[in-house]
């Protein structure tokens, strides 16, 4: 099992581009969540899914999307990028079959806007 | 929404003497509580976790205490080695949301002195 694999591992962007962060797990798990954590900070939610067709928004969802079209993938858009932006992004997953179990995080994706 | 504070933000200790970092949450709500280990420019790694009807976990070196009614929860490493260095979250889940969303503290950054 490779467990959360997340790409590309690295990016850098120009203010008012585009782009998608890939998030795909090979677990099994029906629930799903990006994170975005800033230097010395912890981790904020931003979007989640308890399964495929399913999202909704975590703490800091303005200036991102996503979709959940299978139980492997789970993307992250970010429409017109700005540098609050600049952030390292954590995928994560976890089963639930009506109670909390641990969650599992990819490598993370660090995205500079300049 | 539930939030945690952590404390402290910087640890310094000398090789095999112990650790204590503290977190309190805010939602009376939040019934998991996990810890989670991150190095620099890696995943978080969850290192112990508690459940709100236990008040104390043990996993060789490292304990974690909870005290439901201060809203508090603590991490214990003992007999502390140099490869304990890096930094620790603690997150709390208000399992209400049906997702077990995570709500990060802020981290404490451990270092242990050889």
């Known amino acids: 099992n490779a467990g959360v694999t997340q790409t590309p591992k690295f990016r850098i962007l120009k203010i008012g581009q585009s782009m998608t962060l890939q998030c795909a797990q090979d677990?099994?798990?029906?629930?799903m969540y990006w994170y975005r954590q800033d230097p010395g900070m912890g981790l904020k939610l931003i979007y989640y899914?308890?399964?495929?067709?399913?999202?909704d928004k975590g703490e800091v969802p303005n200036g991102y999307n996503v979709s959940r079209s299978t139980t492997e993938d789970f993307p992250l858009r970010l429409e017109l990028a700005a540098p609050s932006q600049t952030s390292v992004y954590f995928c994560?997953?976890?089963?639930?079959?009506?109670?909390?179990?641990?969650?599992?995080f990819g490598d993370g994706t660090r995205l500079s806007i300049l | 929404g539930e939030n945690v504070e952590q404390h402290p933000s910087t640890l310094s200790v000398q090789e095999g003497d112990s650790a204590v970092i503290k977190c309190t949450y805010s939602?009376?709500?939040?019934?998991?509580f996990p810890w989670y280990k991150q190095e620099l420019g890696k995943r978080p790694q969850l290192i112990i976790d508690?459940?709100?009807?236990?008040g104390e976990k043990k996993d060789q070196r490292i304990a974690v205490t909870l005290n439901k009614t201060a809203k508090h929860f603590s991490l214990h490493i003992t007999e502390t080695q140099p490869e304990d260095s890096a930094v620790y979250f603690c997150?709390?889940?208000?399992?209400?949301?049906?997702?077990?969303?995570?709500?990060f503290g802020t981290g404490t950054r451990l270092t242990v002195i050889p």
């Open positions: 508690i459940r709100s009807n236990v």
């Open positions: 939602d009376s709500a939040s019934n998991y």
């Open positions: 899914s308890v399964g495929a067709g399913i999202t």
């Open positions: 994560a997953s976890s089963y639930s079959q009506g109670s909390v179990s641990p969650q599992h």
């Open positions: 677990m099994n798990h029906n629930y």
């Open positions: 997150a709390a889940s208000p399992f209400k949301t049906g997702a077990n969303n995570l709500f």
